[in-house]
């Protein structure tokens, strides 16, 4: 069950991301992010919503898969497990910035210079969890008993988060690409935990 809840998490977070990069680029204008938000109003909320039910999916998986009793504590784990719930709370924080961006609060209007905060600070949150990201996907594929290939997968999964950290520099399909990565990597590293836990 932790394993369904973790893959349920990479996945749910996927969707949300690939929403958010599926947007068009942000203007620099502040009135012109305004209206950039209207735009893409329905795939804010939708990735608003799928955020919060991958942070409470993660974290359970998360949980349940690495505080058994057999689970080796190493260096490698502890960084990252710490990388991912570094960011889960950086998501959280994605959450309430898209959230306050999409709902109102009390009817309160935001300014345009209000709204182009929120949206920078979006962006700098995903960067952050990005980054997070990459570390755990290294760290935690690095385990003794995983092959050379897993831990190259796991390589390979940091180096795209890492580059798809910084979504104003790169191409729309490579931001695609790293949202879908988080998916492919929640599913391959539960999968390996599963080999890892039945092998003699």
Avoid at 51 to 62: H, K, M, Q, T
Wanted: glycine share 8%; proline share 4%; charged share 10%.
């Amino acid at each position: 069950m932790s394993g369904v809840l973790f893959v349920v998490g990479a996945l749910l977070a996927a969707v949300a991301l690939v929403l958010i990069a599926l947007l068009p680029r942000v203007p620099t204008e502040p009135t012109e992010i305004v209206a950039w938000v209207e735009q893409g109003r329905i795939q804010l909320m939708w990735a608003d919503e799928l955020l919060f039910f991958a942070v409470l999916s993660w974290c359970a998986g998360v949980w349940g898969l690495y505080t058994r009793a057999d689970a080796a504590a190493t260096t490698c784990r502890a960084v990252g497990l710490v990388a991912f719930l570094v960011a889960q709370v950086v998501l959280v924080v994605v959450l309430l910035s898209v959230g306050r961006l999409v709902y109102p609060v009390y009817g309160i209007e935001l300014s345009a210079d209000a709204i182009a905060l929120l949206v920078s600070e979006t962006y700098g949150a995903l960067h952050l969890a990005m980054l997070a990201f990459a570390v755990a996907a290294v760290a935690l594929s690095w385990r003794p008993r995983f092959s050379w290939l897993a831990r190259g997968l796991g390589v390979l999964a940091g180096i795209v988060f890492v580059v798809g950290a910084f979504p104003w520099l790169t191409p729309q399909w490579w931001n695609v690409l790293a949202g879908g990565t988080l998916a492919v990597w929640g599913a391959l590293l539960v999968l390996l935990h599963g080999q890892q836990s039945h092998a003699p």
